[in-house]
């Protein structure tokens, strides 16, 4: 967030006041810098003290004058400075400071781009998991009510179709981005560039129309999402498998005791069980947690692997496990 302009416009004219007044009566009246800085604070705020010394008839004229173009000009500067401090306009001043600090500091963080209904799921999602991000909002409101719960979160005011903004975020840094805009078109725009400042990075997108899948996954989107359709299948499947549903929903739940999944890359594997079975992975430093799937070379995916499967390069072990589970085992893998 920018600071409004006429802010530093009305601090610059309290100032110019200031020093034209000292000015005058130091250059007229050959006051000193202290005496003619008194004598243009009480000018100018009305307060009705004498006159520190008798003024010649040039310094009268010249403070008709004064008063008459300062002293309006004066009250509503102090005011709107004064409007500053009070309204907490100066706190968040700062705030946006510091936020841009830590923003120079992220890294290999998530950035999401629009902060509606989607945008917001995702940003909960994320602080669930500790997983750093940074926020791309044109419309302040959508922010400030969320602060107001998670007074941490990391965010840039402006729009995520300017290159300039995505560089801000750290673009080049970051290892996902999420676009949740509602125009299609935005979203392509938004993969574009993104996928041109950082060929490594994982963007999922939300499409509003089927048709726009196939674009946006052409612009360079990893992943694409549509809301609506994933929300009417998730209806449609509580009605014939509620248990399924609510046991999926519990996995993906925010509570303390609830169940994670995980993705663990073959590279990420300490060398001593690299190019081992499945079940000496799992006995070493026993976590709990328990291996439901297997993600080959080829993309595939093998669900409750037998024992004896040998874990090799280019695999993946999906992982089930409560959140502390989970932890322990990635400390593990340090």
Same mark, same amino acid.
């Given at each position: 967030?920018k600071?409004?302009?006429?802010?530093?416009?009305?601090?610059?004219?309290?100032?110019?006041?200031?020093?034209?007044?000292?000015?005058? /009566?130091?250059?007229?009246?050959?006051?000193?810098?202290?005496?003619a800085?008194?004598?243009?604070?009480?000018?100018?705020t009305?307060v009705?003290?004498?006159?520190?010394? *008798?003024?010649?008839?040039?310094?009268?004229?010249?403070?008709?004058?004064?008063?008459?173009?300062?002293?309006?000009?004066f009250?509503?500067? !102090?005011?709107?400075?004064?409007?500053?401090?009070?309204?907490?306009?100066?706190?968040?001043?700062?705030?946006n400071k510091?936020?841009?600090s830590?923003?120079?500091? !992220?890294?290999?963080?998530?950035?999401?781009?629009? /902060?509606?209904?989607?945008?917001?799921?995702?940003?909960?999602?994320?602080?669930?998991?500790?997983?750093?991000?940074? #926020?791309?909002?044109?419309?302040?409101?959508?922010?400030?009510?969320?602060?107001?719960t998670?007074?941490? !979160?990391?965010?840039?005011?402006?729009?995520?179709?300017?290159?300039?903004?995505?560089?801000?975020?750290?673009?080049?840094?970051?290892?996902?981005?999420?676009?949740?805009?509602?125009?299609?078109?935005?979203? #392509?725009?938004i993969?574009?560039?993104?996928?041109?400042?950082?060929?490594?990075?994982?963007?999922?997108?939300?499409a509003?129309?089927?048709?726009?899948?196939?674009?946006?996954?052409k612009?360079?989107?990893n992943?694409v999402?549509? *809301? %609506?359709?994933?929300?009417?299948?998730?209806?449609?499947?509580?009605?014939?498998?509620?248990?399924?549903?609510?046991f999926? %929903?519990y996995l993906?739940?925010?509570?303390?005791?609830?169940?994670?999944?995980?993705?663990?890359?073959?590279?990420?594997? *300490? %060398?001593?069980?690299?190019?081992?079975?499945?079940?000496?992975i799992?006995e070493?430093?026993?976590?709990? #947690?328990?291996?439901?799937?297997i993600k080959?070379k080829?993309?595939?995916?093998?669900?409750?692997?037998?024992?004896n499967?040998?874990?090799?390069?280019?695999?993946?072990?999906?992982?089930?496990g409560?959140?502390?589970?989970?932890?322990?085992?990635?400390s593990?893998?340090?």
């Amino acid at each position: 967030m920018k600071v409004r302009q006429p802010l530093y416009i009305w601090a610059g004219i309290i100032i110019a006041i200031l020093a034209i007044g000292t000015l005058g /009566f130091m250059v007229i009246e050959k006051w000193s810098f202290i005496d003619a800085l008194y004598m243009t604070i009480i000018t100018i705020t009305t307060v009705g003290y004498q006159e520190i010394r *008798p003024l010649s008839d040039s310094g009268k004229i010249f403070n008709i004058f004064f008063i008459i173009l300062s002293f309006s000009t004066f009250t509503y500067a !102090l005011a709107s400075v004064t409007r500053f401090i009070v309204s907490g306009e100066m706190a968040l001043h700062f705030k946006n400071k510091k936020i841009m600090s830590t923003l120079d500091t !992220l890294n290999h963080h998530v950035i999401i781009c629009g /902060f509606g209904r989607n945008g917001q799921q995702a940003a909960l999602t994320l602080i669930d998991q500790q997983t750093p991000f940074v #926020v791309i909002e044109p419309e302040e409101k959508h922010i400030q009510e969320f602060i107001l719960t998670y007074p941490q !979160l990391i965010f840039l005011k402006g729009d995520a179709t300017d290159d300039m903004i995505l560089k801000k975020a750290g673009i080049e840094r970051a290892v996902s981005l999420i676009t949740t805009l509602p125009e299609d078109a935005d979203n #392509v725009f938004i993969v574009l560039s993104a996928r041109s400042l950082n060929n490594h990075l994982q963007i999922i997108s939300r499409a509003s129309h089927t048709s726009a899948v196939a674009k946006l996954k052409k612009a360079g989107a990893n992943h694409v999402i549509m *809301p %609506d359709k994933i929300g009417g299948k998730h209806m449609a499947t509580i009605v014939s498998k509620p248990d399924v549903v609510a046991f999926i %929903d519990y996995l993906t739940g925010h509570e303390d005791e609830s169940m994670n999944i995980e993705a663990v890359d073959y590279s990420h594997l *300490p %060398d001593a069980i690299k190019d081992t079975t499945l079940q000496h992975i799992m006995e070493w430093k026993q976590t709990g #947690v328990n291996c439901i799937g297997i993600k080959q070379k080829n993309g595939r995916f093998l669900i409750n692997p037998p024992e004896n499967t040998i874990i090799s390069e280019g695999m993946k072990l999906i992982i089930l496990g409560s959140k502390q589970q989970i932890q322990k085992m990635k400390s593990n893998l340090m």
